[in-house]
């Protein structure tokens, strides 16, 4: 069987999830085995190029700002990664926390991986495609989201992942 789509249907395929996620480990896995630098850096910026990627055929709102950033990252939890989260936002610290009890990315605890999740790139990807929204808004909106840490993991054998962005 062969799965013919093309990137304009990438929003209708759930079955490339779990390809992706066990891509992600075996990458992981390589890059470990190879002494390889930044890997948290690199998952990331393999989520940014998948933004970049989506952006060119969906954008779920005209601008973000502090009072839709929730509606928004949930709208793309949903739609891209078929996950419902729970956030929040910590206006003191300026951070954005996000609670996935079902991450893609994250679904099995992966003792040889060490503390490397594959929903770093899941933190590439969401602080990239609100950044393109902006930059390409009639609006201009100031609002800036960079990717903090994935604080837990499923991957790690925790009971959900929670993944913090700082934002300006």
């Given at each position: 069987m062969t799965l013919?789509?093309?990137?304009?249907?990438?929003?209708?395929v759930e079955a490339a999830m779990n390809q992706s996620r066990n891509m992600i480990y075996h990458l992981i896995r390589f890059m470990k085995k190879n002494d390889v630098e930044n890997v948290k850096e690199r998952l990331r910026g393999m989520g940014r190029n998948i933004a970049r990627t989506f952006y060119?055929?969906?954008?779920?709102?005209e601008s973000v700002?502090?009072?839709?950033?929730?509606?928004?990252?949930v709208t793309i939890y949903k739609k891209v990664l078929n996950s419902s989260v729970t956030i929040?936002?910590?206006?003191?610290?300026?951070?954005?926390?996000?609670?996935?009890?079902?991450?893609?990315?994250?679904?099995?605890?992966?003792?040889?991986?060490?503390?490397?999740?594959?929903?770093?790139?899941?933190?590439?990807?969401?602080?990239?495609?609100?950044?393109?929204?902006?930059?390409?808004?009639?609006?201009?909106?100031?609002?800036?989201?960079?990717?903090?840490?994935?604080r837990e993991s499923q991957a790690y054998g925790d009971d959900a992942c929670i993944q913090v962005f700082t934002y300006k």
């Open positions: 013919n789509i093309d990137r304009s249907q990438l929003l209708l060119n055929y969906w954008k779920p709102i700002d502090v009072m839709n950033i929730k509606d928004v990252i929040e936002l910590d206006e003191t610290n300026k951070t954005i926390i996000i609670k996935d009890t079902k991450c893609a990315l994250c679904k099995y605890h992966y003792e040889d991986v060490g503390k490397f999740a594959g929903c770093e790139v899941i933190l590439g990807m969401i602080s990239e495609l609100i950044d393109l929204i902006n930059k390409n808004s009639k609006n201009q909106s100031k609002l800036n989201i960079q990717p903090l840490e994935v």
